[in-house]
C-alpha cells in the first residue's frame, strides 16, 4: 500500500484499538469521535460499565501491546456462580481450571488505555468531532461539534466506521448505496443495577464469577468491577401473557422492580441498595442483532465491530469480536496492495463469522436464563468434560471453543451443532454420568469430528 | 395408537387442516376457535388476506383432498412484477415454464373449505372458545365464549395447538415447563392498502404475477385476489436516521403517505383509490421470528404451524410450512405407538427445517427490496437457470428448491449457500452470461453438490 492514510470513526473501544494497531505500523490515522476525551473530564460512555475479555480480545489486545495495563485491572471470572431461588449458590467453572478463564473489564479504564496507546503511536485524535455525512465521490466527511454545533468538512483517504451499533457512518453509506442492513430486536430488554463495596471497602459477593440468577424466562446477571462493585444486569421480557410472569410492561415502577426483587431475587436484594433510584434512573436497554449485506464501500469506506455486526450480549464475545475484527483488518491492510481490496478480503472473511457468534450469542440466553439450573444440562456439561479428556483436539466444549481459542466463530458454532446431537444421543434417558455408554459417544465423536488442526472452515 | 382422540386448540388454517387429516384417518377431534365460524357469519381474521401457495402447501392440500376446491379459486402468479421508479416493468418468471409457478389464495374461502372438509370427516368443530388455560396435570383446559364471557372446563387426551402467533397454548404450557421462546422483530412494519377492481370489472393491473416496486430500504408489493382485488403491502423500516428515508416513524398521517406514494409508488398511487382511508384504518403490522427450544410437552401438548416458529412473510412460506408440519405430525400419529414419541419424533424432524426457512424469509426481505433490481441479481438468475439444463437434479435454483420441491428446507438452505458461492464466483467482474467461464462453473457444480437423490438431510 503506497498511499497509507486512514479516517477512523469513533474512539471507543474498536476505534481505539484500531488506531493504535495501524499507527504502530506507520499508518496516518485521524480518529474523529463525538464524544469529549475522557482522559479529560472522565469517561461520559453510555451503558454496560464492565465487559467480559476473553481469549480473543486478549490475543488483539497483545498484539498493541494494551494487554499489560489491561489486564493489571482485570478481575478474573473462573465460572458461572448460579444463584438458585432457595438461596442456595453453585459454581459451574467455565473451563478446566484457572487457565480456562475470562475477565472482567472496565470499558473506561480500557478505553483510555487504547487511547493512549493509540496517540503514542501517532494517532491524531479529535474528540468533539461528531460524524455528520460523508461526501463519497469528493472524499469529504463532516463532523460537527456538540457542543457550539460548529460543522467542519475534512477530507479522507478512505473511513473506517467503528462507531457502534447506531453508526453514522453505516447511515451515510446506506444513504449513498443501500448496505442491506436489517436489524432484530429481541422482545426481552435489560435494566442496569448496582452493587456497591461492603461497609469494609471490598466485594459484596464473590468477586471470582459471573454471577447468574436463572429464572427461567428471565434472569439477572452480576460482573465484577476493579473497584469492588458489581454491575447488576436484569434482563425481562418486554410484554408478558399475564401478570405471573414479570415483564417490562406490569414491573414499571421502582416499588414493583423491589417487589420483583423480594420474590425472584431475595438474596441479590439486599445487596443493591439503590435500587429504586437506579430503576428510575436507567431505561431499558434494547438487544438486538444487526446484519448488513456489504460491509464496506468500495475503497472509500468499511465498517467492523457492532457498525457491521452488532449482537446480544449473551456470550460476552461482541467486544472480542470487534477486537478480532481490527486485527483481521490490519492485517490485510498491511498485506493487500489495495484498500478496496483490503476491505473486500476482511468482509468476505469476517462475516461468516460475525453471523455465527449472533446466533450464539442468541442461542446463550437461552442457556444462562433457563438451563444452568437444569439436571440435564449439568450432565451434558460434565460429559462434556470428558470427551475433552479422551479426545483432546477433537472435542472440546462449546464454550471453550468460542472463549478460549481463536477458532474461527463458524467453525465453532459448526462443530458445537454436531457435538450437541452427540451429547443428547447420550445422555438420553440417562440420569448419571455412569450411566452413559461412552463407547458409543467415543465412536461417535471418531465418526463426525475430524481433529480440529484438519478440519477445514464451513 | 390406541386412544385416537386429539384436541386442536385453533381452526384457523393450520388447525383445520390438521383436523381434517386426523378425522379422515378415524380420529375423534375437537376444534376449539376463539372466533365465530366464518361460514356463518363472513371471515372475520385479521390480516393477510391473501396467500402465496406453493408446492408443500399444495401437496398438504392434496392429502386432505382439498386441492380441487382450493385451486378453482387460485389466481396464478407467474414471477414477479418489477415496478421500476421510472415506470418501467419487467416480469421475472419465478421457474422455467407455467409448472413452475406460485398461486395466490384467500385466506378466508381456504380456511372455510378447510373447515368443511373436517367437519364432513366428523371433526367437532367448537367456535366462540377462545383457549384460556390448561390444567397439565389434571388434563383438562378452558374455552372462554367471547361473547359472554361465559368459561367452559373439558378435559383432554392431548392438546395441538394451532392457534398462531399469539398462542395461548404455547403461553399455557410455558407456564408450566418453560418452552424456551425467543421472539426477535424486524425493525420494519407493514400497512395493507387495497387495489379494487377496475371500473368495468377486471384487474387493474396483470393479475398473474406478485408485483413489487423495489426502493432498496423499504418495498411495496402486491398480489391478485379471486375477486379481482389486490392487496397491496408496504414495508418500511420504523425508524430512519433522517426524512430522506422514509418511515413509519416520518410517514404517519394519511397526507404523508400520499406524499410517499407521489414521490416512490407514482404509478401504483392512482390504483389505490382509497389510500388514506385504508391508512388511518390499518395500524402498522409487527414482523417477527419466534424459535421455541421445545416444541411439545411429553404427550399433553405439542404445537405447529406459526404457533412454533412463526417467521417474517418474504419467502411466502409460512403457509406451506405449517401445512407440512401438519402432514407430517399426523404422518407419526399413525405411525408411533404413543403421543409423546410421535410429539418428539415430529419436533426432532421440523425443527431445523422450521429454522432453515426463517432464515430464508429473512434474507429474501433484501432480495426483494434490493436485489430485484440490480444487474449482478439478474445476472446470477440468468446463469442458475443455464445451470440447472446442464446439470439436471444437481444444480436447483434457491427458489425452486424452496417452491416448487419439497426436499427438507434445511437440505434446500445448505444446497443454496453452496450455490451461492458458485454464482457468485461465476459472476465476479462479468458484465454479460456470455461472459462466464462456464467450465469452471461446471467443475464447481460437479466438485461441490452431490445429486440430490443422493444429497443426505443436514
Known amino acids: 500500500m503506497t498511499d497509507r492514510r486512514l479516517t477512523i470513526v469513533g474512539a471507543g473501544l474498536a476505534g481505539a484499538l484500531f488506531a493504535a494497531l495501524l499507527a504502530r505500523k506507520g499508518w496516518q490515522v485521524d480518529v474523529f469521535e463525538k464524544r469529549g476525551d475522557p482522559r479529560v473530564k472522565g469517561y461520559e460512555g453510555g451503558r454496560s460499565i464492565n465487559l467480559a475479555l476473553a481469549e480473543r480480545g486478549l490475543h488483539a489486545l497483545k498484539q498493541a501491546d494494551a494487554d499489560g495495563p489491561v489486564m493489571a485491572q482485570a478481575v478474573m471470572m473462573r465460572g458461572r456462580m448460579v444463584h438458585f431461588l432457595d438461596g442456595r449458590v453453585e459454581l459451574q467453572r467455565y473451563g478446566r481450571d484457572d487457565s480456562e478463564v475470562i475477565w472482567s473489564v472496565h470499558r473506561g479504564d ?189 475503497r472509500r469506506a468499511v465498517l467492523v465491530g457492532d457498525a457491521a455486526h452488532a449482537m446480544v450480549p449473551f456470550h460476552g464475545q461482541g467486544m472480542n469480536c470487534a477486537f478480532e475484527d481490527c486485527v483481521d483488518l490490519a492485517r490485510r491492510l498491511q498485506g493487500e496492495d489495495d484498500l478496496g481490496s483490503a476491505f473486500a478480503a476482511f468482509e468476505s472473511a469476517r462475516k461468516p463469522n460475525a453471523s455465527a457468534i449472533q446466533r450464539m450469542a442468541l442461542d446463550n440466553y437461552l442457556e444462562m436464563r433457563d438451563r444452568v439450573d437444569d439436571p440435564d444440562f449439568l450432565l451434558q456439561r460434565a460429559l462434556e468434560q470428558v470427551l475433552q479428556e479422551r479426545h483432546p483436539g477433537r472435542f472440546i466444549p462449546h464454550y471453550a471453543m468460542v472463549t478460549f481459542m481463536r477458532i474461527p466463530y463458524a467453525l465453532a458454532l459448526a462443530r458445537s451443532e454436531i457435538q450437541r446431537v452427540i451429547l443428547e444421543e447420550a445422555t438420553e434417558g440417562v440420569a448419571a454420568l455412569s450411566e452413559v455408554d461412552l463407547a458409543a459417544a467415543d465412536a461417535a465423536v471418531l465418526e463426525s469430528l475430524p481433529p480440529l488442526q484438519d478440519a477445514a472452515p464451513p
Chains 1, 2 share one sequence.
Open 110 to 298: 480500557l478505553n483510555i488505555t487504547l487511547l493512549d496507546i493509540a496517540e503514542r503511536a501517532g494517532a491524531r485524535l479529535h474528540f468533539h468531532r461528531g460524524f455528520v455525512d460523508a461526501d463519497f465521490d469528493g472524499c469529504v466527511a463532516r463532523y460537527r461539534d456538540g457542543r457550539d454545533g460548529h460543522v467542519e468538512a475534512v477530507p479522507f483517504v478512505a473511513l473506517v466506521g467503528a462507531d457502534g451499533a447506531g453508526s453514522q457512518l453505516r447511515a451515510a453509506m446506506d444513504a449513498y448505496r443501500p448496505v442491506g442492513e436489517r436489524s432484530e430486536f429481541l422482545d426481552h430488554s435489560y435494566k442496569e443495577l448496582e452493587i456497591p463495596p461492603a461497609p469494609g471497602g471490598g466485594f459484596r459477593i464473590e468477586p471470582n464469577a459471573l454471577h447468574i440468577w436463572p429464572r427461567g424466562r428471565y434472569m439477572c446477571i452480576a460482573l465484577p468491577n476493579d473497584e469492588k462493585t458489581f454491575t447488576v444486569t436484569l434482563f425481562l421480557p418486554n410484554e408478558s401473557p399475564g401478570d405471573d410472569v414479570p415483564s417490562f410492561a406490569n414491573v414499571r415502577s421502582p416499588a414493583e422492580a423491589r417487589a420483583l426483587f423480594e420474590r425472584d431475587f431475595p438474596d441479590a436484594l439486599p445487596l443493591i441498595p439503590a435500587l429504586e433510584q437506579d430503576w428510575a434512573r436507567n431505561p431499558p436497554g434494547l438487544l438486538g442483532t444487526l446484519t448488513l449485506e456489504r460491509w464496506h464501500l468500495d
